[in-house]
């Protein structure tokens, strides 16, 4: 929130106007610190005088905290994931007569991967899918990121860390999958899991396989796509260099994402708040997610046996791939690696519509 959320919101010209928090004195310190008029622990106070609500929370809170938005006749931005494990999110949105209700998967902007969407719109049909990300993460019992280790109050562990980001984007491409088989393990004594091992399937054939995993090993974090003879690859996933293999040959094409990814992200937020229009992520399409995670667990706790996941016609609408881009803006100058913060902060957007 400090490092992404608060930047972005002033480089597009919103102003920050309360910060809400489980602890009304670090809320009241981190406001000050950032100038925000008010910060304090007074949920009720969260949805006054405002126009938007941004929910960065542990995950446990992010569906009752969206819902008291959206109950307040208020657009509401969402951390990934939705839900998570939890299974709390399949209806946000749904009834809250055409409020915004968005969920903060900003990858699905990054101009490497509208490219790598391009492909498969042109015809290109892929058999086979690799996600492989790896990063460091062992928080200590006093580390304020520990819950992320509680599936309770993550919904997950670095599948739903980490790995959402990634399923969302295999959705966007793709589509919803038919099947997940997964394998989770070195859990943290909480029980959220270090490592998933998780396969989705689809009905043409088409496979992805997914590897998560917080250890102190090499980081890693590739995207490759192949089929037909050729391959596309992000690798790391969020350095825009989309690398292409074929039997035409290879080439490199470069495509740097936004150094703040959160500043596309709320810019295309508010500009679907202003003209009506769906956000690049509508919370139905984080559900698919949550959906996947949940399917994880089961088939995990079946020993890796696949697991069907629904496809009522109440679950969910088809995935929507034609937000528009949104306006172009100054980057923030230092990437930060993505976390879940421990505040839902409201802004007064100039310029926006309620």
């Known amino acids: 929130m400090q490092r992404r959320v608060l930047p972005a919101l002033r480089a597009l010209g919103e102003e920050p106007v309360r910060l809400w928090g489980r602890d009304p004195l670090r809320a009241a310190e981190i406001a000050a610190r950032h100038g925000v008029p008010h910060g304090d622990s007074d949920e009720a106070a969260l949805v006054r005088g405002v126009d938007a609500v941004y929910v960065a929370t542990p995950v446990v809170r992010h569906v009752p905290l969206a819902e008291g938005a959206l109950g307040a006749g208020l657009p509401v931005l969402v951390e990934k994931p939705l839900a998570g494990g939890l299974g709390t999110g399949a209806r946000l949105g749904q009834g ?6 968005g969920v903060a998967y900003y990858r699905r902007l990054a101009p490497a991967v509208r490219r790598l969407r391009e492909e498969l719109l042109l015809g290109w049909v892929p058999d086979r899918v690799e996600v492989r990300f790896r990063c460091a993460f062992d928080p200590g019992p006093e580390h304020p990121m520990r819950w992320r280790t509680d599936p309770a109050l993550s919904g997950g562990g670095v599948l739903a860390d980490a790995g959402s980001h990634r399923i969302d984007l295999l959705h966007l491409l793709f589509g919803r999958a038919d099947e997940v088989r997964a394998r989770l393990g070195r859990r943290f004594p909480e029980g959220a899991e270090r490592l998933a091992e998780v396969e989705l399937r689809w009905a043409s054939g088409l496979r992805a396989r997914v590897h998560a995993e917080w250890s102190g090993a090499p980081a890693v974090d590739r995207f490759a796509v192949s089929g037909g003879g050729r391959t596309l690859t992000l690798d790391p996933l969020d350095s825009g260099l989309l690398r292409l293999h074929g039997p035409a040959g290879d080439r490199e094409l470069s495509l740097p994402p936004a150094l703040n990814p959160h500043q596309p992200l709320i810019a295309d937020f508010v500009a679907a708040v202003a003209s009506g229009r769906p956000p690049v992520c509508p919370a139905p399409e984080a559900h698919l997610v949550d959906e996947v995670l949940a399917a994880a667990e089961r088939s995990d706790a079946s020993g890796g046996a696949p697991v069907r996941l629904p496809l009522s016609a ?16 100054t980057p923030e100058a230092t990437p930060q690696a993505p976390s879940s913060a421990d505040q839902a902060r409201s802004h007064r957007g100039s310029g926006v519509s309620d």
């Open 96 to 101: 809250s007569g055409g409020l915004c209700a």
């Open 314 to 329: 109440e679950a969910a609408p088809p995935l929507r791939t034609d937000a528009e881009p949104p306006p172009r803006t």
